[in-house]
């Protein structure tokens, strides 16, 4: 009985966010994920934005991303890179060449000590970070400095909870939120979890990314969307990073019930190495995460280029402008 | 302490003691563990489970464990303790349990309920071994591959074990990553298992991890403390003044602990791996020396630094070699229903010989800790008192490796 008022509440939502899509196509997609969001979350500032259009303007920079990703008809490339890998300095030289390079959004690792799903890439990587001293705040850091020369590009962290944790969710959000953090991906909070991070998180205006993966069956879907902003995050596979790829009809099927279910955007990734696999992912996907095929790419360069950080940037940076250009041209559309 | 009508009631429907506890796992496992938990509730509730479990834990495991008056030992103690000091000391004896510790109490709990959710790959992570050895007997006991990730410290240190888990048909997989012990092997097991969701098993060795995993375990584990009152019932006529146990991640001390825990005349202490000393920051006792944040899935005490990155434990024995601990325990720690405190290396290797000589009992050197705090304890407590603790292991697994560090 107790969640007949919650059903009731989301009932008509659903249904204007079904009319909007049928006569609007993609770009409402996020707009109407983001009125979905507002009904529930009270944003201040999101009712004084002037707009336009006849639709509210994005007012996060995810929103604003995706509705010109899909406006020009094609998906956003979204590489991963870990926060100090190899130290502070390259991995900021890395993060503000991504944007040039082709990234329209930009998930940077926050390293942990037990990254329980991720593959030996991002696990070396994360202790490549450790090792060079890298820090929840020094992340932030990067961020504050990254921001200086680009306001628009969407960064998201993701990370394990405990660093967090330990930081204190308040104090964290609110240090992320003035240092331009627009998503958090955080691994190990699943929805069960919501009144930790994800509810705090919303009402401080950064969105809580939600993965959702082939466990997520139907029963569980609406629990899983239940929150959900910025975008869905589809795990292509049931594993750690970096390791397979789902199949491209698969992928393609879970990306439309995303869809539908959760008038969100859909990112996939894990396991996209090649440019072939980026396109042919970009073809149903909203958004193409790489991360492991960089970040090998960085230490295999890093052994090679014996401390020349311009060698690692470059080369990370030439492999991410391979990924793009595939992603962006995947639907046979210039840009 | 804490006021509380019972301190068995936990943990509630989210799967807390208290803050502790929780599901922090990645979304691939979520609808794994929810799954397990309603598997798990239907179990309990099926007396046909229940029945099963109790026959193989009396033919097949050796249960009950013998209850045990540590003559000599308590001798020893009232001979250094004053006048009137000196209670006497009693040993559960899970050592005696098959496969040599009381890990398989609770692996037969689990497999059984693998069996029954038609699972038919097994996966376990360990430290010492025991837990990697007791997964290994009852996956050939029942037919199922199973495959247990251990640090490659503990593969070197612990090497009877890794033959033991290789003669009994299971794959021992070295995790090399971190300082390649049992926090290691964990995420290793955990990654597997988010790779192999729609067949495999974990079988999770400490009374950690993720709901509802804490809870089955320590139901499990149970049968120490249950067992344990009614034999002292019967030996002495009363329950006893004091209980103790090693703790790593703890699930032998939980398992002791839990049926007496509103016993509140019963002190209740666990011992946790002080390492090479408190002081020293090399040590294995988070709630002593580490603060609460989330690893394994759970919320608990962690040894951690001021980022929340997971710091390396140390200690002699490879079993409570772990910078985290039950969530149950981070609750009873807070309630104050149970104290902790530590010993170091140095005292469980001076109890593991002093055992093997009064007793004839050689113990793991994980019980040696919980040893050295027990016979200091006996020796405050009056004669017509009573201490039991829990002889959770045997030392047949550590004597090689005691024998280096005493002769080499």
């Known amino acids: 009985m107790a969640g007949k008022p919650g059903r009731r509440r989301r009932r008509p939502g659903f249904a204007v966010r079904k009319a909007a899509r049928k006569t609007i196509g993609p770009v409402s997609l996020c707009l109407a994920g983001r009125v979905r969001g507002r009904k529930r979350f009270f944003r201040p500032k999101s009712s004084t934005q002037s707009n336009s259009t006849e639709f509210a303007a994005p007012v996060t920079r995810i929103a604003a991303r995706f509705a010109k990703t899909a406006k020009e008809n094609r998906a956003a490339f979204v590489p991963f890179i870990m926060a100090g890998d190899p130290d502070y300095e390259t991995s900021l030289e890395i993060m503000k060449g991504l944007p040039a390079a082709g990234a329209d959004l930009i998930e940077l690792g926050v390293c942990f000590t037990d990254p329980m799903a991720d593959g030996p890439a991002i696990q070396a990587a994360g202790l490549r970070a450790l090792k060079a001293g890298q820090t929840l705040r020094k992340t932030l850091a990067l961020v504050r400095s990254f921001r200086e020369q680009d306001k628009a590009t969407p960064v998201i962290l993701m990370g394990y909870y405990n660093p967090f944790y330990a930081y204190g969710v308040e104090a964290f959000l609110k240090d992320a939120k003035e240092a331009g953090v627009d998503g958090l991906i955080v691994v190990d909070l699943p929805p069960e979890e919501d009144a930790e991070m994800c509810l705090p998180a919303r009402a401080a205006g950064i969105d809580f990314i939600r993965l959702a993966t082939p466990t997520t069956n139907d029963e569980r879907l609406p629990t899983v969307l239940r929150n959900a902003s910025g975008f869905v995050y589809y795990v292509s596979v049931a594993g750690i990073t970096g390791q397979k790829v789902g199949d491209a009809g698969v992928i393609e099927a879970a990306v439309t019930r995303l869809k539908t279910a959760s008038g969100l955007p859909v990112a996939v990734g894990f396991g996209i190495r090649t440019p072939e696999k980026a396109a042919e992912t970009a073809r149903s996907a909203d958004a193409v995460v790489v991360g492991s095929a960089l970040v090998d790419r960085l230490a295999s360069t890093l052994d090679a280029a014996r401390g020349k950080s311009d060698m690692v940037v470059n080369s990370v940076l030439s492999l991410a402008r391979e990924l793009g250009s595939a992603t962006h041209a995947a639907r046979g559309v210039k840009r | ?408």
């Open chain 2, 1 to 408: 302490m804490e006021k509380l009508n019972t301190y068995r009631a936990g943990p509630d429907a989210e799967g807390r003691f208290g803050k502790f506890g929780g599901r922090f796992v990645a979304e691939t496992l979520t609808p794994l563990v929810l799954d397990l938990a309603k598997e798990y509730e239907a179990a309990k509730k099926d007396k046909s489970f229940q029945e099963e479990l109790d026959y193989y834990l009396k033919h097949y495991v050796g249960r009950p464990s013998p209850l045990y008056y540590a003559e000599r030992l308590t001798d020893y103690v009232r001979d250094r303790a004053g006048k009137g000091k000196g209670a006497k000391i009693y040993f559960k004896r899970d050592e005696l349990n098959h496969t040599g510790a009381h890990k398989i109490n609770n692996c037969m709990g689990q497999i059984l309920l693998a069996r029954r959710m038609g699972k038919t790959r097994i996966i376990a992570e360990t430290g010492a071994g025991q837990h990697g050895v007791a997964s290994a007997t009852v996956c050939a006991r029942f037919g199922l591959p199973c495959v247990v990730y251990m640090g490659a410290t503990d593969v070197e240190r612990q090497k009877p074990n890794v033959f033991r888990m290789k003669l009994l048909g299971a794959e021992v997989r070295p995790v090399t990553s971190g300082r390649a012990t049992l926090k290691d092997a964990m995420n290793e097991a955990l990654r597997d298992w988010v790779t192999n969701v729609e067949d495999t098993f974990y079988i999770i060795g400490t009374a950690a991890g993720p709901h509802p995993y804490p809870m089955l375990v320590r139901d499990f584990q149970s049968v120490i403390g249950k067992e344990s009152k009614e034999q002292m019932q019967e030996a002495e006529g009363r329950l006893p003044d004091v209980i103790m146990a090693c703790i790593g991640g703890g699930s032998n001390a939980i398992g002791l602990f839990h049926p007496y825990l509103d016993d509140l005349d019963v002190e209740i202490i666990g011992v946790e791996a002080g390492g090479l000393g408190l002081e020293t920051g090399e040590h294995a006792a988070s709630l002593t020396g580490g603060r609460p944040g989330v690893l394994h899935g759970n919320r608990t005490y962690l040894l951690q630094d001021d980022d929340g990155q997971i710091k390396e434990a140390h200690s002699i024995s490879a079993g409570l070699d772990y910078p985290g601990i039950g969530p149950e325990h981070a609750w009873l720690y807070e309630t104050g229903r149970v104290s902790y405190v530590s010993a170091t290396d140095k005292e469980a290797l001076e109890m593991f010989q002093l055992c093997a000589k009064l007793e004839g009992i050689i113990p793991a050197l994980e019980p040696a800790h919980a040893l050295a705090r027990a016979v200091e304890k006996a020796g405050e407590m009056s004669r017509d008192q009573i201490l039991l603790m829990n002889m959770c292991g045997r030392g047949d697994k550590d004597v090689f490796s005691v024998m280096e560090m005493l002769e080499g």
